[in-house]
């Protein structure tokens, strides 16, 4: 394996760019990466990680790989202050703890990172990419006017961002623009038919106004071309509420849950779900478990008055 990659990597060279063989050698390692193959990743990366000083990207990605528990986490958030402290306008380390800021749900400093990186982009590409991480984040925290800001930006230099219009159907929906919302879905459907995005958020935007049925048929389009993760399943099983099917929901959503038990949403729907067959105690328990894991700050008080009316 080693001598394969350093013949690779050396054939790369001779009738490319050492920077082309850079590429290779990370996306290869993102591969291994994603597939937690961490072994593998770090032999991948090891010319890169020998240079003087080690590219960054690899030490990132290095640190970054097989990230299971809390002492796992502080390793990696370690590394990367390492870095910063080295070059406190660093992009891609502000990026990525962006990213993991994300994933711990610290919001707050996920957007405070994620500011930084705007304005450290080094050119019109990377600007695009920070502010649509940072309207993704700013979503997350139900700052919908300040999250489309940043779409704006981000379409007015790329025009055709997929994120950058994703981001904005959903800010638009946040802010009460159901005209523009629907247009940003249709457009993200045109652009990128094969995707499951847009079929999902539109599933999801036809839901939360009522329109249940048709949103069932953008599901299953989403389902033809192979959606299959949390997110599909919690709002097609909340759709399939609406209309009427329990059993189909439960389904959906259990197998949601399955795919990601600290999903605030889920248990919201959840909660309907038990409320829809009766089941008082269930749903109580649902909002409780919805309320622990956050909702309120990411979706508002809808649990609380939910737990107030029903629970005692």
Request: with cysteine.
């Amino acid at each position: 394996m080693r001598l394969l990659l350093a013949l690779a990597a050396a054939a790369l060279v001779g009738t490319g760019t050492a920077q082309e063989a850079d590429s290779t050698l990370l996306r290869i390692a993102k591969d291994h990466k994603a597939k937690s193959e961490c072994k593998e990743l770090e032999r991948v990366l090891a010319p890169l990680l020998r240079r003087e000083p080690p590219d960054v990207e690899a030490l990132l990605l290095r640190s970054g790989c097989g990230l299971r528990d809390q002492e796992d986490v502080q390793r990696h958030l370690r590394t990367m202050q390492d870095l910063l402290d080295q070059d406190p306008r660093s992009y891609t380390v502000l990026m990525v703890r962006g990213d993991l800021y994300n994933d711990l749900r610290m919001f707050d400093r996920a957007e405070a990172d994620l500011s930084m990186a705007v304005d450290a982009a080094p050119d019109s590409a990377a600007l695009v990419r920070a502010l649509n991480a940072r309207a993704w984040n700013r979503l997350q925290t139900m700052k919908h006017a300040e999250a489309r800001a940043d779409c704006e930006r981000a379409l007015a230099l790329d025009s055709v961002s997929v994120a950058a219009i994703n981001n904005m159907a959903l800010a638009a929906n946040g802010v009460g623009d159901t005209a523009l919302a629907f247009r940003m879905l249709k457009t993200l459907v045109r652009l990128k038919p094969e995707d499951t995005v847009g079929y999902i958020n539109t599933g999801f935007f036809l839901g939360g106004l009522g329109r249940h049925q048709e949103a069932l048929a953008y599901y299953d389009d989403a389902e033809r071309h192979g959606a299959k993760d949390s997110r599909f399943f919690n709002n097609r099983g909340f759709s399939r509420i609406g209309v009427g099917d329990l059993k189909g929901a439960r389904k959906d959503i259990e197998r949601s849950i399955d795919l990601n038990k600290n999903n605030p949403y889920a248990y919201r729907n959840l909660a309907h779900l038990e409320l829809a067959a009766k089941h008082a105690e269930a749903a109580c328990a649902a909002m409780e478990r919805a309320l622990e894991l956050g909702f309120t700050r990411m979706y508002g008080e809808e649990m609380t008055q939910m737990r107030r009316t029903h629970c005692n």
